[in-house]
């Protein structure tokens, strides 16, 4: 049985937020850094239980890393939709959060929240990573503004029912859940009748080209309708070291309306005239052609 993950505090120990970490794929990026585990890629299924078994500890590897590279980006209080730059205060799906009880998925070391805070809202994160939560204490310490948050996992919300007036998740739990149905249902659960769920994930379009920022990235090589999971496979150990689940456009109009939501917006942000930055597999050259993001916006049937 499919053991859940208790909510524990915060850790606390001490970071170096410049530390150098092992390589990472985001968005199933395939390039390795030869100083971490050798892992070799397939597809194939995986359970919810292998998933999160592989992923909680690869982001605990991965989270100096990517704190190091992408926090600039980020901002310390800042809500970025994505790798194109998109913030909230653009785009603003989530709604007034003033005087709001509001949950993030997967929110690493919690800057969308933060920024949610200083908007007058009343966020907590949640993460399966307890390393990206130690950054979100270090975060809290320099900004001042704090940010509750647990250790936990998207399919099994340590809240009770109709806690929150809007949840959301910026590039986070969703994409590396297996049992995503589940998880859209804990989340109606957790919110009120009416509330709000926004949500950003890689583009599902992008699943037909490899992960490669140039022109090599540009042609379709996979089927958009195969949704077999990206998995890593640790090489000594046989041991599944990363997954990340594919959908269809398709399979989450469906999964939203089957859990109670309408869906009032999906955003497929264009790339920017003056945005030249890399991350993985996002970049200037693929961004002028094909979507890499898609954000997702729907509120719950009030009754």
């Not at 395939?30 to 995986?46: K, Q």
């Not at 933060?114 to 130690?134: C, E, F, M, Y």
């Not at 998880?183 to 994930?201: D, K, N």
């Not at 309708?225 to 398709?250: A, Q």
Request: aromatic letters at 10%; one cysteine or more; charged letters at 25%.
């Amino acid at each position: 049985m499919d053991q859940a993950i208790s909510p524990v505090v915060r850790p606390e120990a001490p970071i170096d937020p410049l530390s150098t970490g092992s390589g990472h794929r985001f968005g199933a990026i395939e390039t390795f850094d030869t100083t971490g585990p050798v892992v070799r890629a397939e597809r194939r299924t995986v359970s919810e239980a292998e998933s999160r078994r592989a992923n909680g500890p690869d982001w605990d590897r991965y989270a100096d890393e990517y704190q190091a590279t992408h926090g600039p980006f980020l901002g310390d209080a800042g809500f970025v939709w994505g790798p194109e730059g998109l913030t909230e205060a653009d785009l603003g799906v989530l709604g007034d959060v003033a005087g709001k009880d509001v949950l993030e998925l997967g929110s690493g070391a919690c800057q969308c929240s933060r920024w949610v805070n200083t908007r007058g809202g009343r966020a907590i994160g949640l993460d399966l990573s307890g390393r990206q939560l130690q950054h979100s204490r270090r975060l809290d310490e320099q900004t001042g503004v704090v940010v509750p948050a647990v250790q936990a996992t998207a399919t099994d919300l340590p809240f009770a029912d109709r806690s929150f007036d809007v949840v959301f998740c910026s590039f986070g739990a969703l994409q590396f859940v297996s049992d995503i149905a589940h998880a859209v249902a804990e989340t109606a659960r957790v919110l009120r009748p009416g509330g709000r769920f926004a949500f950003s994930i890689t583009h599902p379009t992008r699943w037909m080209f490899p992960d490669d920022p140039g022109p090599e990235g540009l042609i379709a090589a996979q089927s958009y309708w195969d949704r077999t999971p990206y998995v890593e496979v640790d090489d000594e150990t046989g041991e599944v070291s990363y997954v990340e689940h594919h959908r269809t456009l398709g399979d989450w109009v469906s999964v939203l309306a089957g859990a109670g939501f309408w869906i009032t917006d999906l955003v497929e942000p264009e790339w920017p005239e003056d945005h030249e930055r890399i991350w993985g597999g996002w970049s200037r050259t693929r961004g002028l052609l094909t979507p890499g993001t898609a954000i997702f916006g729907a509120n719950l049937a009030s009754s």
